[in-house]
């Protein structure tokens, strides 16, 4: 058989420098990163995090039939979490890598259901010293095909994964079993006539190195062996037609042709007849760029065990807009997170007729324009603004009873809700009943009650989120922050967080008085450690 020149084995020693992901060097974590301090562009560019480590070492420890069973060609960036972890897990051993990556902190998370695909799983961990998410792919079948419909399964899984050999962090398949599928992957990707009418026929930058990377260490004796012993069906002469067609400058024509002949080879194991497969393919074209150009809501991961609203509340000065910033960024890049003001609530339609109506009335000087801030005095105590403020508390009771709504119906499909402020009993200054402030001081004021009770009635409607975190700033420290503000009012609301005895509640206290890198460690870790 005639092979191309790029399908030869390269010489033993350029063999060795090439392929030393592949090498199994036994050095502990700590060696390995007094290794990498030689250069700082080197450490930063092939530095293991401490979480993929772990992993890798307690599956090697535990003796756990697995292998990382594509791209090997760029392990590098598998251990620095740049890239998935796409790992291939024997079925019998399931059980007990689901163990291993729980007992880690794992947490599984999904798409929408019609993007869930049998035997693949997904799992996220967070690595605590760099800050960054790990994304396990977790394999229970050898799936493949274009990204919109995985129709395949190749069942070679048992003898990919007896293939495998220990490397220096991760367990890889032999090169030759690797090309293998590699070819099927991107002959199913990339070969189809409805990809290469809408030119996405040609291999990208990175699929390219990787053909180039394996083409240099199959052993073809030993590739043929493979083929025959576990893939009959393939025949060897289309497979090497296959592979040369990647190569650069095959004429569509071509490709098309040889994509057809390898789908009816391989028919036996599509999850799906063609036409069903084709049509998913347009169904799922037209909702990513629905959702991603229309939308602009780009498909992301919802947690598997439910989604969770988490509050953040804290007085002025102790950097709770930073951190809900900052969390929401962290956060929002994997997986369905929304932001939602429930101090400050976008007005409904209701809202803003209502506040149009009394805005009507102060233009007119029918009545000054007050706030509860303008009725305080030194001693902290509230007098009654009048009913036009208070009409217009009422409404921002309503707007926030309906934004905690939206809220818990997004986090209820697997969402993931940061709320800046929330309504507690043990808070009422600046989120709670306003009625509450000021009950004492209008008892004869026969409008009052009937007005107070439709208030409280909306703020019965909060119980607590699943995640509360106070931030708890020293009042003083929160006036020198904030400069720029009212110096009693700031004084008044950090001194009601930070007086507050917060220990026979659900809330999770953070010392804000820290630098902000301190106190969004300990957040991150705190979020992830109960979502």
Request: glycine share 6%; charged share 30%; aromatic share 12%.
């Given at each position: 058989?005639?092979?191309?020149?790029?399908?030869?084995?390269?010489?033993?020693?350029?063999?060795?420098?090439?392929?030393?992901?592949?090498?199994?060097?036994?050095?502990?974590?700590?060696?390995?990163?007094?290794?990498?301090?030689?250069?700082?562009?080197?450490?930063?560019?092939?530095?293991?995090?401490?979480?993929?480590?772990?992993?890798?070492?307690?599956?090697?420890?535990?003796?756990?039939?697995?292998?990382?069973?594509?791209?090997?060609?760029?392990?590098?960036?598998?251990?620095?979490?740049?890239?998935?972890?796409?790992?291939?897990?024997?079925?019998?051993?399931?059980?007990?890598?689901?163990?291993?990556?729980?007992?880690?902190?794992?947490?599984?998370?999904?798409?929408?259901?019609?993007?869930?695909?049998p035997g693949i799983v997904n799992f996220y961990g967070y690595d605590g010293n760099s800050g960054q998410i790990v994304?396990?792919?977790?394999?229970?079948?050898?799936?493949?095909?274009?990204?919109?419909?995985?129709?395949?399964?190749?069942?070679?899984?048992?003898?990919?994964?007896?293939?495998?050999?220990?490397?220096?962090?991760?367990?890889?398949?032999?090169?030759?079993?690797?090309?293998?599928?590699?070819?099927?992957?991107?002959?199913?990707?990339?070969?189809?006539?409805?990809?290469?009418?809408?030119?996405?026929?040609?291999?990208?930058?990175?699929?390219?190195?990787?053909?180039?990377?394996?083409?240099?260490?199959?052993?073809?004796?030993?590739?043929?062996?493979?083929?025959?012993?576990?893939?009959?069906?393939?025949?060897?002469?289309?497979?090497?037609?296959?592979?040369?067609?990647?190569?650069?400058?095959?004429?569509?024509?071509?490709?098309?042709?040889?994509?057809?002949?390898?789908?009816?080879?391989?028919?036996?194991?599509?999850?799906?007849?063609?036409?069903?497969?084709?049509?998913?393919?347009?169904?799922?074209?037209?909702?990513?760029?629905?959702?991603?150009?229309?939308?602009?809501?780009?498909?992301?991961?919802?947690?598997?065990?439910?989604?969770?609203?988490?509050?953040?509340?804290?007085?002025?000065?102790?950097?709770?807009?930073?951190?809900?910033?900052?969390?929401?960024?962290?956060?929002?890049?994997?997986?369905?997170?929304?932001?939602?003001?429930?101090?400050?609530?976008?007005?409904?339609?209701?809202?803003?007729?209502?506040?149009?109506?009394l805005k009507i009335g102060t233009i007119l000087k029918l009545y000054p324009f007050e706030t509860i801030m303008d009725?305080?005095?030194?001693?902290?105590?509230?007098?009654?603004?009048?009913?036009?403020?208070?009409?217009?508390?009422?409404?921002?009771?309503?707007?926030?009873?309906?934004?905690?709504?939206?809220?818990?119906?997004?986090?209820?499909?697997?969402?993931?809700?940061?709320?800046?402020?929330?309504?507690?009993?043990?808070?009422?200054?600046?989120?709670?009943?306003?009625?509450?402030?000021?009950?004492?001081?209008?008892?004869?004021?026969?409008?009052?009650?009937?007005?107070?009770?439709?208030?409280?009635?909306?703020?019965?409607?909060?119980?607590?989120?699943?995640?509360?975190?106070?931030?708890?700033?020293?009042?003083?420290?929160?006036?020198?922050?904030?400069?720029?503000?009212?110096?009693?009012?700031?004084?008044?609301?950090?001194?009601?967080?930070?007086?507050?005895?917060?220990?026979?509640?659900?809330?999770?206290?953070?010392?804000?008085?820290?630098?902000?890198?301190?106190?969004?460690?300990?957040?991150?870790?705190?979020?992830?450690?109960?979502?």
């Amino acid at each position: 058989m005639v092979m191309s020149g790029k399908y030869q084995v390269k010489n033993q020693a350029q063999k060795e420098i090439d392929f030393l992901p592949r090498l199994e060097i036994k050095e502990d974590f700590e060696t390995r990163e007094r290794k990498l301090q030689e250069s700082d562009s080197d450490k930063e560019k092939y530095k293991t995090l401490e979480l993929i480590y772990t992993l890798c070492k307690t599956l090697q420890t535990e003796d756990i039939s697995y292998c990382h069973w594509k791209s090997n060609n760029a392990l590098d960036f598998s251990a620095n979490g740049k890239n998935d972890l796409d790992l291939l897990v024997s079925r019998s051993e399931i059980q007990h890598f689901l163990e291993i990556l729980y007992r880690l902190g794992f947490k599984k998370a999904e798409c929408s259901d019609d993007q869930i695909t049998p035997g693949i799983v997904n799992f996220y961990g967070y690595d605590g010293n760099s800050g960054q998410i790990v994304h396990v792919h977790a394999h229970y079948n050898l799936i493949m095909g274009h990204d919109d419909s995985k129709n395949y399964q190749i069942p070679v899984e048992q003898g990919y994964l007896e293939s495998a050999e220990q490397g220096e962090l991760f367990r890889v398949p032999a090169p030759e079993f690797e090309l293998i599928l590699f070819v099927i992957r991107m002959m199913l990707k990339h070969s189809t006539w409805d990809v290469i009418l809408t030119r996405q026929g040609k291999l990208n930058k990175n699929e390219r190195k990787e053909l180039s990377f394996l083409q240099s260490f199959v052993n073809i004796d030993r590739l043929h062996e493979i083929l025959h012993d576990h893939l009959p069906y393939l025949d060897q002469n289309l497979f090497d037609a296959c592979l040369n067609s990647l190569q650069e400058g095959t004429p569509r024509f071509r490709r098309g042709v040889l994509g057809i002949r390898l789908q009816y080879a391989i028919r036996a194991f599509a999850r799906r007849p063609k036409l069903i497969e084709l049509t998913l393919k347009w169904r799922q074209r037209f909702v990513h760029i629905f959702r991603a150009r229309i939308l602009r809501r780009p498909l992301k991961k919802r947690f598997s065990r439910g989604g969770a609203l988490i509050a953040i509340v804290g007085g002025d000065g102790a950097g709770k807009t930073t951190a809900i910033d900052e969390l929401y960024a962290w956060l929002s890049d994997t997986f369905e997170t929304k932001k939602t003001h429930l101090g400050k609530p976008n007005w409904s339609f209701i809202t803003f007729m209502v506040r149009g109506f009394l805005k009507i009335g102060t233009i007119l000087k029918l009545y000054p324009f007050e706030t509860i801030m303008d009725n305080i005095n030194e001693e902290g105590f509230y007098r009654f603004p009048g009913y036009p403020w208070f009409i217009r508390e009422i409404c921002t009771a309503r707007d926030r009873v309906l934004s905690y709504t939206r809220a818990r119906r997004f986090a209820a499909n697997g969402g993931i809700v940061i709320c800046d402020r929330f309504p507690l009993p043990q808070y009422i200054n600046m989120d709670g009943p306003m009625s509450s402030l000021i009950r004492n001081h209008v008892n004869d004021r026969w409008f009052f009650r009937p007005l107070s009770r439709i208030e409280m009635k909306y703020y019965r409607f909060f119980i607590p989120p699943e995640i509360l975190i106070v931030l708890r700033a020293d009042p003083e420290i929160a006036v020198s922050r904030k400069k720029e503000e009212d110096e009693i009012f700031v004084r008044s609301r950090s001194s009601e967080i930070w007086e507050k005895d917060w220990s026979n509640t659900p809330a999770y206290v953070i010392d804000a008085n820290q630098t902000k890198e301190a106190v969004l460690t300990e957040l991150k870790n705190l979020v992830w450690s109960k979502l």
